[in-house]
């Protein structure tokens, strides 16, 4: 057992059995690099239930905070990083006091670096009896990790592929793939999901083109009334074009053209200049 596996080990110890203490909504930093939860990753049904889910959860712990001041959620886990105290875990609690105007909430604080700040954070939403966590989501989740502890040449210090496998609980080899695209992809994984960072650059832009293709063939044919269409459409230009933006990022930028299929050709046939 390494000095690494030791302190993890003692951190996650403390999310359990520091005392909580009641801390003020507003001191409390909400960062979106610390929300590890992904499921818009996940296919459309599981990332449905999920959302659904989500919002089943706050709207009810909201409805019984509002009943009664003297109910109280399980406390959220916050990180002390140089004074700075951010939630790692507990983000839907966080909302549901937020929602129910209190202005405080129960907290276990942990004194930490930002980096095992992270680290505590995925390992913490990597299980959930709450909320269902998907497959893809928790891929995703671990491919941040990868990005964020390899630089595309080395392991930050203390880590390896089976170091962090075995904090995760899947097997080497999943790690060893997400770090070879790691390596591949250099400074674009970044930007990239797993689902999307696992095909090698030459298949991605094999595939996508040919798809693509097919699809600026027959826009007029697309009805814009269905998701799944509209969904494989802005799913292909964002491949194609390396857009790394959110899926509903760049639904928005199109939705007016979903509506006016001839306009839509036009300007996909124009940015596509290579067609």
């Known amino acids: 057992m390494t000095a690494l596996d030791d302190r993890v080990r003692a951190l996650i110890a403390q999310t359990k059995s520091q005392t909580p203490i009641t801390l003020p909504l507003s001191d409390i930093e909400q960062h979106r690099t610390f929300q590890k939860r992904a499921a818009g990753t996940e296919a459309t049904a599981q990332r449905n239930a999920i959302r659904e889910k989500e919002v089943e959860v706050v709207k009810k712990l909201t409805a019984d905070l509002s009943a009664s001041p003297e109910h109280h959620a399980e406390p959220v886990t916050v990180c002390d990083v140089g004074g700075r105290l951010i939630l790692v875990d507990g983000h839907h609690r966080y909302e549901s006091y937020k929602a129910a105007r209190r202005e405080t909430l129960p907290a276990r604080v942990i004194d930490c670096a930002e980096s095992d700040a992270h680290l505590l954070a995925t390992l913490l939403n990597s299980y959930s009896a709450t909320i269902p966590l998907g497959n893809e989501e928790k891929s995703q989740m671990i491919w941040r990790e990868v990005v964020r502890l390899h630089d595309g040449t080395k392991w930050a210090e203390g880590f390896s592929a089976r170091r962090l496998a075995g904090f995760m609980g899947i097997a080497p080899k999943t790690v060893d793939r997400m770090v070879s695209a790691r390596v591949e992809l250099g400074e674009d994984a970044a930007q990239m999901t797993w689902k999307q960072a696992r095909q090698t650059n030459t298949a991605r832009e094999y595939s996508t083109k040919e798809r693509l293709v097919g699809w600026l063939t027959t826009l007029e044919k697309i009805n814009a009334e269905s998701e799944h269409e509209q969904e ?44």
């Open 232 to 275: 494989v459409l802005i799913e292909l230009y964002r491949a194609w074009n390396q857009d790394w933006i959110s899926k509903e990022e760049l639904a928005e930028r199109f939705e007016s053209y979903l509506e006016n299929p001839a306009a839509f050709k036009q300007y996909l046939e124009e940015d596509v200049s290579s067609f």
